[in-house]
């Protein structure tokens, strides 16, 4: 059966079509609203992106002028023998998996659409194009409407497109779920160029198929988020742990919590840091304001070569009195181990708080760490493995610090749906680690080889050790390692992908369906 898909994905390769030598005259006789910029002399914008890793050759970056644009590109492609398509939002994929080697590129950002806050059957939505940005959507919905959607990813210099065909995590996601649970509805340009509207119910192996797809499926050209009414400050708390068991105890015990009745924090993050004097990767990364300062004469001397540190944040309104929301925090914190010594908090605008990794953005292109190659490293690992998986890759291959945060947190699986195509490990807890590194170029640091060896190992050490664990925001080389990754769904994302786009035109830098493929 599974062999018959597969080959079913490629069969209409023999269909009739125009064929040129590299597709340059087909794109020319595309009545496009937008604009198509040849790129015969060079990569361009379209031939690279954060990572910085990979990079190539497309023939074309499409500026489309709306969905029809879109649809119009997708089906002059299916009229070649060879061209992909891949959409390209603000450029953060770390493995070129927004790139079209020898095809076809959209920039999803040239798309101008309206965000608009619409209130259906009483619950509040914002429907927004699939290019836009997280952070437009933020000043759009909150200083227009004081509404904000449930979920966010830390950054918000993301596309909405592009966060929705992976997952979009953040603090928030232990309550709400990814952003992939917090969307009712999605306009999508399938692989066979058709453009249609889906949702739970209608279309509905469509949607869920398209949220967490890896842009497989189709191209998301606008969505519908659901939101709720937004808080005007946030508590923003940190408190600091020497031992990861101690730590992960009162992680899972803070994010399950909310399930029952009571308080509890709004956001939950975390992430461990290096026992030293580092200044990027060590004590000083964990203070909030410029007056609070790390202790390190308060720990134990005993303790390992890394930290750990528990990032919090509640939410309230300007009428709420300030020793209101002490007593909250004091009740919350009380529940779990901590120093006082070693307890950093401040008081931030709501908007001030989603925009934080702006500033650090700022400051990575100040000193020169932001334009360079960014070999991050993303995994969800089980709750049954975490703590060897801190003993074998941040105790022992990552004690150092890696030039930049260190994520790692608990989420809860019964808030992600099993419908979408977003891939997890087993068990009711598991963890996203995020190296997210910000190295200066070689000779000032490491070659980037390296950390990319680096990476490799990190994953031999997984499945040495058996760990469950899955990649987030995964890229791999072969089908084997596709099939693997996937697991049991590996049937249904096949049986998908001969639906919605079975010529294989669509994402081709994930590099997990190829055009060239033989039956």
């Not at 939505?125 to 000043?139: E, F, K, T």
């Not at 020169?368 to 060897?388: A, C, E, I, Q, Y």
């Amino acid at each position: 059966m599974i062999a018959f898909l597969e080959r079913l994905v490629h069969e209409n390769e023999s269909e009739v079509r125009l064929e040129d030598d590299d597709g340059t005259s087909l794109c020319k006789g595309l009545e496009l609203q937008g604009s198509i910029d040849y790129l015969s002399n060079g990569r361009g914008l379209a031939g690279k992106d954060f990572g910085g890793v990979h990079a190539t050759k497309p023939l074309a970056l499409i500026r489309p002028a709306g969905t029809e644009d879109i649809a119009r590109v997708i089906r002059a492609a299916s009229r070649s023998s060879n061209l992909t398509v891949a959409a390209r939002g603000n450029g953060h994929s770390i493995n070129g998996q927004a790139m079209a080697d020898g095809g076809l590129v959209i920039d999803m950002r040239s798309v101008e659409d309206a965000i608009q806050v619409v209130e259906l059957n009483g619950t509040t939505y914002v429907d927004v194009g699939g290019g836009a940005l997280w952070a437009d959507v933020l000043q759009r919905c909150v200083s227009g409407f004081g509404q904000a959607p449930r979920s966010w990813t830390d950054y918000l210099d993301l596309t909405v497109g592009g966060t929705l065909s992976n997952a979009g995590v953040s603090g928030q996601t232990f309550r709400y779920g990814p952003q992939t649970s917090n969307v009712a509805e999605i306009e999508v340009v399938t692989g066979r160029g058709d453009t249609l509207v889906c949702s739970e119910t209608q279309h509905s192996e469509l949607f869920f198929g398209v949220l967490g797809g890896l842009g497989q499926f189709g191209i998301i050209t606008r969505a519908r988020i659901v939101l709720q009414p937004a808080p005007d400050m946030v508590r923003w708390i940190r408190v600091v742990y020497e031992r990861f068991e101690e730590y992960a105890r009162d992680a899972e015990f803070l994010v399950t919590r909310h399930e029952g009745e009571g308080e509890s924090f709004d956001y939950v993050e975390g992430f461990a840091f290096v026992n030293s004097d580092d200044p990027v990767n060590g004590w000083s990364s964990v203070a909030l304001a410029p007056d609070q300062q790390f202790c390190p004469t308060y720990l134990d001397r005993a303790t390992g070569p890394l930290l750990y540190c528990l990032e919090l944040a509640l939410h309230y309104r300007n009428v709420d009195r300030p020793s209101t929301v002490d007593m909250v925090v004091d009740r919350l914190l009380e529940q779990v181990r901590l120093s006082e010594r070693q307890t950093f908090e401040v008081d931030v605008s709501y908007v001030e708080f989603l925009l934080r990794v702006k500033h650090a953005e700022q400051h990575a292109k100040a000193n020169g760490t932001w334009d360079v190659p960014h070999p991050w490293l993303n995994l969800f690992v089980s709750k049954r493995d975490v703590v060897d998986f801190d003993r074998v890759v941040f105790k022992k291959i990552l004690k150092h610090g890696i030039g930049g945060p260190m994520l790692i947190y608990p989420l809860l699986r019964s808030k992600w749906d099993d419908r979408t195509s977003v891939v997890l490990p087993d068990g009711d807890i598991f963890y996203i680690v995020a190296l997210l590194r910000f190295n200066l170029s070689y000779p000032k640091g490491p070659p980037v080889e390296e950390l990319v060896a680096q990476n490799r190992e990190i994953i031999h050490s997984c499945i040495k050790n058996n760990f469950d664990f899955k990649l987030y925001l995964p890229h791999y080389n072969s089908r084997e390692e596709w099939k693997q990754h996937f697991g049991k769904q590996w049937t249904r994302f096949v049986e998908r992908k001969a639906s919605f786009d079975p010529m294989a035109i669509l994402a081709p830098g994930q590099k997990i369906f190829s055009r060239n493929d033989q039956p």
